[in-house]
């Protein structure tokens, strides 16, 4: 079965820019959580998709971050416009169902540096 | 309510054995436990629901204790390749939110 998949593996912009990322879960998974991973910290849920709709997104910063799951599949997330402490590894995970009881598989992240 | 791990980082010879300890100020509903090895996504382990199940596969097992709000990861006989960051993940709302801890980094050397 292939994993969850993530696209680009690294991007570098300057402060002030905007950059996307892009998931594509594990077929069949209804639900998707984006992540932020700072060095050296456990990641960060930033929001938690059920289908299309959202299930959280308390720890989203929606002065600047943006994301959308199309037609309850692939996801993106947006970053506009991007300060130095963005920098961290993002990261995708889908599981089966929302319930905690479930696994999340994680995809293999992408690397943001903010200059 | 972000979980408290610890210890923070642990030294382990090949063959001795480890406890990662996982503790909630809140009620626990479930427990995710992963492993991440330096540069890749976090892989899962097991998951412990509420009811005080103790599961386990191969030497790395663990332990749910709901009364006092804390989750145990146990490896024994260590291999080089469980080196890596264990991260525990807690629900304390009831099925739907997994918050994870700052991890801790397990290093096995031969």
């Known amino acids: 079965e292939a994993g969850v998949a993530q696209s680009p593996r690294y991007k570098i912009i300057e402060k002030r820019q905007s950059v996307a990322f892009w998931c594509n879960p594990i077929?069949?998974?209804?639900?998707l959580y984006w992540y932020q991973q700072i060095l050296g910290q456990g990641p960060k849920l930033l929001i938690q998709?059920?289908?299309?709709?959202?299930?959280?997104d308390s720890q989203l910063p929606k002065d600047r971050f943006s994301a959308e799951r199309l037609k309850g599949v692939d996801s993106t997330l947006k970053i506009q416009p991007a300060k130095l402490e963005d920098s961290a590894v993002y990261l995708c995970?889908?599981?089966?169902?929302?319930?905690?009881?479930?696994?999340?598989?994680f995809g293999p992240g992408t690397r943001l540096t903010v200059t | 309510q972000q979980p408290v791990q610890s210890p923070q980082a642990v030294i382990l010879r090949e063959g001795e054995d480890a406890v990662i300890n996982c503790s909630s100020s809140?009620?626990?509903?479930?427990v995710h436990w992963y492993r991440q090895k330096h540069g890749e996504a976090p892989v899962f382990l097991m998951i412990l629901l509420k009811g005080g199940e103790q599961k386990g596969h191969d030497k790395i097992s663990a332990s749910f204790n709901e009364k006092k709000q804390q989750s145990s990861l146990y490896l024994t006989a260590s291999q080089l390749s469980y080196s890596g960051t264990y991260f525990c993940g807690t629900d304390n709302t009831g099925g739907f939110k997994t918050i994870f801890g700052a991890g801790t980094r397990l290093f096995v050397k031969a």
């Open positions: 077929s069949g998974h209804a639900t």
């Open positions: 995970a889908s599981s089966l169902d929302p319930g905690s009881s479930y696994e999340q598989y």
């Open positions: 809140k009620a626990l509903y479930s």
């Open positions: 998709f059920q289908n299309n709709g959202v299930v959280d």
